[in-house]
């Protein structure tokens, strides 16, 4: 086959291939039927992005073959990336990043003529980054991307654009390596035929914006839960001297802010039992406003104990209930109409043995008594969804997200008949490690956010998607944008926690590293349609 030169169909296939992604139709029609796109990212500090076609490319690994990839008179260059073949990956060189910048998203334009595509296939991609730094090995900066799974679209000559990366810190000056890889032996990947890689579109990004501390004594201050009181920030968290939940030194403490978390009230005592270490684990609103909130207390046994406040001061114990199931955690208290109060539990060991279980805890009296009501029960720890956070959507409606222990992406939990059965699925969010997702359902918008911290690279991530679309469809998740970052120390940062008061969102989170961490809030605007792909719905009437 003749290869068509790069620079001869360079603007169009740019505008061909990205557009059409994003309005859902082949590149021929949008060739004919130009539209303009808003790009939210150059609302959140980014700057104009930077290209590397195809024939700036050049193999990597495996045998890969570069080839042109025609639907009528378009054709377009690409790498033919094989659907059967493992090892096969691309790569290209990006210099000329803007000396401000701190960091880089990285998103791929394929696509695929063959007539075996269609909808109920996925395809996994995966991005290696590196850049060459003066006294240290070429490999000191490469970042192994996680991959990104996503459903083909519904025939041949459609295009995708796939964020393989929204947050790779770098340094401006140095060349930045960039290498795409397809990943045709993870399970994920059930197109079996090549498809082929036409761009790789990279985003110099800017900084974020600065958390505010809420505690940073000396000590592990650690796990915080974070609930709005009117216009009142109430933050709980636990401290102790190190990662662990049952030593006596642990205790629980609170403090409020009136001003956005710039400036918080001393510190109070919720609860330090002697014999125990307590820890915050979950929080909420009773049907009078009022904040409740679950606190782990570990000694010689394990006890959940449920607290209310009406100003974020002075706690009350109203109950501690005595559960057939132990769990490990009783999470976020939401409200369910024609139920009451609804939580999330899980309980087991977290070994490799069938001993997990997840279920629900209801409770008609504004928490002072609590049924317990199991879901699943004897499983193995891939299949057991953790640290759960759930909206109510409303006709029966609920949607939760899970973390998950050892699988490669966080779980959604779904129920149509107000929480009596469920159904568990895994979702597309692959940028995790331990990370707990907190939920946030925007009543003006109908928008629902995603927040949570990829451990070990040190990011405050966000999704935001029409929760209709993903009910579902939990593999239609978006990507996710970098909304913070912190201590990139695995079990020293994390464990996000959100709420909502006026038109923002206020996630707090920890970071340090041991023996001291502190608590952190970020205050961040509630989000718009803009941050909605066209593809993932339109914004509600």
Not at 149 to 165: D, K, W
Not at 475 to 502: K, Q, R
Request: hydrophobic content about 40%; glycine content about 8%.
């Amino acid at each position: 086959m003749k290869f068509l030169p790069a620079h001869l169909c360079l603007s169009r296939m740019l505008f061909v291939l990205t557009v059409s992604v994003l309005v859902g139709q082949p590149a021929a029609a949008i060739a004919q039927d130009p539209q303009t796109i808003e790009d939210p990212s150059f609302k959140s500090g980014a700057a104009s992005p930077l290209y590397l076609t195809a024939n700036d490319l050049s193999i990597a690994t495996g045998k890969p073959s570069l080839v042109v990839m025609s639907h009528g008179s378009t054709h377009v260059p690409v790498w033919s990336l094989s659907g059967g073949s493992v090892g096969q990956s691309v790569a290209g060189i990006v210099n000329g990043l803007p000396r401000d910048c701190v960091a880089v998203k990285v998103e791929i334009v394929v696509t695929s003529t063959d007539a075996e595509t269609r909808a109920d296939l996925e395809d996994v991609y995966r991005v290696h980054l590196s850049q060459l730094v003066e006294d240290a090995p070429f490999s000191a900066r490469h970042a192994l991307g996680k991959p990104v799974r996503t459903p083909l679209p519904p025939g041949p000559f459609y295009s995708r654009s796939i964020v393989l990366e929204s947050y790779y810190e770098v340094v401006p000056t140095k060349p930045l390596t960039v290498r795409i890889q397809r990943e045709p032996g993870l399970p994920g990947d059930t197109f079996t035929r090549p498809t082929g890689l036409a761009v790789v579109k990279v985003t110099p990004l800017y900084g974020l914006p600065d958390p505010h501390v809420v505690q940073d004594v000396s000590g592990y201050n650690s796990w915080p839960m974070t609930q709005a009181i009117g216009e009142k920030l109430v933050c709980t968290y636990s401290r102790g001297s190190k990662h662990t939940i049952g030593e006596d030194a642990r205790a629980v403490y609170a403090r409020t802010s009136t001003d956005g978390g710039k400036t918080w009230t001393a510190e109070t005592v919720v609860a330090n039992t002697p014999g125990y270490g307590e820890v915050t684990v979950g929080k909420g609103l009773d049907s009078s406003g009022a904040m409740l909130l679950w606190v782990r207390r570990v000694g010689q046994e394990r006890h959940h104990d449920l607290y209310r406040t009406t100003d974020g001061v002075t706690f009350t114990l109203i109950a501690s209930p005595k559960l057939a199931i132990p769990p490990m955690q009783v999470t976020d208290v939401f409200e369910v109409p024609e139920v009451g109060l609804m939580a999330l539990w899980f309980a087991g060991n977290y070994s490799d043995q069938a001993v997990h279980s997840w279920g629900v805890m209801t409770s008609a009296d504004d928490g002072a008594t609590w049924t317990q009501t199991p879901v699943e029960s004897g499983l193995m720890k891939a299949d057991w969804p953790t640290e759960p956070s759930a909206v109510y959507l409303g006709d029966g409606k609920i949607l939760a997200i899970a973390r998950t222990e050892s699988g490669p992406s966080q779980f959604q939990l779904v129920s149509t008949d107000n929480g009596l059965t469920w159904t568990r699925e895994q979702t597309n969010i692959g940028d995790i490690l331990a990370s707990t997702p907190s939920l946030i359902l925007d009543a003006e918008t109908g928008l629902l956010s995603n927040y949570y911290y990829e451990r070990g690279r040190g990011i405050l991530r966000r999704r935001v998607v029409d929760p209709d679309v993903v009910f579902d469809n939990p593999l239609l998740w978006p990507a996710s944008e970098a909304v913070a970052t912190g201590s990139p120390i695995t079990w020293d940062s994390g464990n996000v926690n959100s709420t909502v008061m006026g038109a923002n969102h206020y996630v707090s989170f920890y970071s340090g590293k041991a023996p001291d961490t502190a608590v952190m809030i970020l205050e961040i605007p509630e989000p718009t349609w803009e941050l909605v792909p066209v593809s993932l719905g339109e914004p509600k009437k």
